[in-house]
């Protein structure tokens, strides 16, 4: 019975795997500060496909750690890449030139000319979809791959649950594998999938606490200790300075957030800065935060960025150990199928 779930499951993301050069089409999320060289090489190594999180990083930082990567695993692992990088062009002259296999681009819409010539340098491309009609406009532009995150994810967040994406997108893209991602905690979400027509899944939140992870212990001990209710979306105060919405474990960071946009909102409204400045500002806060969550382990008024899955992260395991549990639910979900 489990064998024919075996055969099942590798039937199903067999063309996720050949998009990835991976055993398991499991990719890890791009996650600033903790998806560093360690993170990816040891997603790697549990024969899944890890991505290093560029985020603000400049070139040079980028190149620094692809190479440090490189220098812990030779399987293919991806750069993420945010689209309104002022320096997009020249981390794609990194990647290039360090022979990455495949860049994810995200935080926005790429042009079809970013992806024509990330294709035509011989990498693989893949990008974020948050909608049916922005994924077909991806498959004409000549996408390699797509990823569909649901609002369940850490982090910064769309509008539209996972569940409700992948009903609208699965069926309705033809040519290119796509990868589920936001809020999967358990194999049988995997399988479930699957099995809809996804060729893969994302998943980041379930990772953070892998002894690997480079994330402080602190941190660590908050996804351990969190349920999934406290993995709450930040809010937008005020209609002229828009935010994307973030999702992370309630605490004083959080707060202090709500905080930065009344005081900004309100320099501005003094006529201290203008709409752009104010702006920047806002979206500025959560970089810092971030790393003195991650890095310093300041839980409390740092940012604890997590998915709705982290009331399923109840321990720390090896990346290998959490890969094959994820493997072997997914595995008795298919067999159980018949």
Same mark, same amino acid.
């Given at each position: 019975?489990?064998?024919?779930?075996?055969? +099942? %499951?590798?039937?199903?993301?067999?063309? /996720?795997?050949?998009?990835? !050069?991976? *055993?398991?089409?499991?990719?890890? $999320?791009?996650?600033?500060?903790?998806?560093?060289?360690?993170?990816?090489?040891?997603?790697?190594?549990?024969?899944?496909?890890?991505?290093?999180?560029?985020?603000?990083?400049?070139?040079?930082?980028?190149?620094?750690?692809?190479?440090?990567?490189?220098?812990?695993?030779?399987?293919?692992?991806?750069?993420?890449?945010?689209?309104?990088?002022?320096?997009?062009?020249?981390?794609?002259?990194?990647?290039?030139?360090?022979?990455?296999?495949?860049?994810?681009?995200?935080?926005?819409?790429?042009?079809?000319?970013?992806?024509?010539?990330?294709?035509?340098?011989?990498?693989?491309?893949?990008?974020?979809?948050?909608?049916?009609?922005?994924?077909? +406009? %991806?498959?004409?532009?000549?996408?390699? /791959?797509?990823?569909?995150? !649901?609002? *369940?994810?850490?982090?910064?967040? $769309?509008?539209?649950?996972?569940?409700?994406?992948?009903?609208?997108?699965?069926?309705?893209?033809?040519?290119?594998?796509?990868?589920?991602?936001?809020?999967?905690?358990?194999?049988?979400?995997?399988?479930?999938?699957?099995?809809?027509?996804?060729?893969?899944?994302?998943?980041?939140?379930?990772?953070?606490?892998?002894?690997?992870?480079?994330?402080?212990?602190?941190?660590?001990?908050?996804?351990?200790?969190?349920?999934?209710?406290?993995?709450?979306?930040?809010?937008?105060?005020?209609?002229?300075?828009?935010?994307?919405?973030?999702?992370?474990?309630?605490?004083?960071?959080?707060?202090?957030?709500?905080?930065?946009?009344?005081?900004?909102?309100?320099?501005?409204?003094?006529?201290?800065?203008?709409?752009?400045?104010?702006?920047? *500002?806002?979206?500025?806060?959560?970089?810092?935060?971030?790393?003195?969550?991650?890095?310093?382990?300041?839980?409390?008024?740092?940012?604890?960025?997590?998915?709705?899955?982290?009331?399923?992260?109840?321990?720390?395991?090896?990346?290998?150990?959490?890969?094959?549990?994820?493997?072997?639910?997914?595995?008795?979900?298919?067999?159980?199928?018949?």
């Amino acid at each position: 019975m489990l064998h024919s779930g075996y055969e +099942r %499951l590798a039937a199903l993301w067999e063309p /996720g795997c050949r998009l990835l !050069g991976v *055993e398991k089409a499991i990719m890890g $999320g791009a996650m600033t500060w903790v998806s560093e060289r360690n993170f990816v090489a040891a997603v790697a190594a549990a024969g899944g496909f890890g991505v290093i999180a560029c985020g603000a990083m400049n070139p040079d930082q980028l190149d620094d750690e692809i190479t440090g990567t490189r220098e812990l695993t030779d399987r293919p692992f991806g750069v993420n890449l945010i689209v309104m990088h002022p320096d997009l062009d020249r981390l794609i002259d990194v990647c290039i030139a360090r022979t990455v296999t495949h860049i994810v681009l995200a935080g926005g819409l790429p042009q079809a000319a970013t992806i024509r010539r990330i294709r035509e340098a011989g990498l693989r491309v893949l990008a974020f979809a948050p909608a049916l009609a922005i994924a077909r +406009r %991806l498959v004409r532009s000549g996408i390699d /791959g797509i990823v569909i995150e !649901g609002m *369940e994810a850490g982090g910064h967040i $769309g509008p539209v649950s996972t569940s409700v994406l992948a009903q609208e997108t699965l069926p309705h893209v033809d040519g290119v594998p796509v990868f589920v991602a936001g809020g999967i905690g358990r194999g049988e979400a995997i399988a479930s999938y699957l099995r809809m027509g996804a060729a893969g899944v994302q998943l980041g939140t379930r990772f953070v606490c892998a002894r690997e992870s480079v994330a402080h212990d602190n941190f660590k001990k908050a996804f351990l200790r969190a349920s999934a209710r406290e993995a709450q979306p930040s809010r937008q105060l005020d209609s002229r300075f828009p935010v994307i919405p973030v999702r992370a474990i309630v605490n004083d960071g959080v707060k202090n957030f709500m905080e930065k946009q009344r005081e900004v909102i309100a320099r501005h409204d003094c006529g201290e800065i203008d709409q752009t400045a104010a702006q920047l *500002e806002i979206e500025h806060f959560w970089a810092g935060a971030l790393r003195r969550a991650v890095i310093e382990g300041d839980v409390k008024n740092g940012s604890l960025m997590a998915g709705q899955s982290v009331g399923m992260v109840t321990t720390e395991q090896s990346m290998a150990d959490i890969m094959d549990e994820l493997v072997e639910q997914a595995v008795q979900a298919l067999a159980d199928q018949g």
